[in-house]
């Protein structure tokens, strides 16, 4: 099989991926997440939060210097997963993930043992 073949089948399968209901229900909530003001704040914050975590540690501080911003971190994670629209956008990529994971999976299964001749 040629290489356009295989380019040919490639587009047609994220064809497939994009139009399934995984990757629908994915658009789907993280616009809603986009367009939701306090979920993009608390998204910020944390990722602050995350930011000043990894500073931290790589100037390796001992983490009893920087425990209320961990144990901030914590609550705020807590709080973004009671959020409907951070917890759909969780379970919608979780899905999609379980997909591209399969679809990734069969395609290395038919790697390591190709059809006979």
Known sequence: MDR?????KASELARLIADSEQARRYRDAKAKLDGSPEAQSLLRRFRELQEAVAEFQARRV???????V???ADRLLA???RMPE????????????QLLDA???RLQRGL??????
């Open 62 to 68: 001992p983490p009893m210097h920087y425990r209320h």
């Open 112 to 117: 390591s043992s190709p059809p006979n001749r």
């Open 79 to 81: 709080d973004m997963r």
């Open 86 to 97: 951070i917890a759909s956008f969780e379970e919608a990529e979780r899905d999609l993930n």
């Open 103 to 105: 679809v990734s999976s």
């Open 70 to 72: 961990i144990e901030e």
């Open 4 to 8: 356009g073949v295989i380019w040919e």
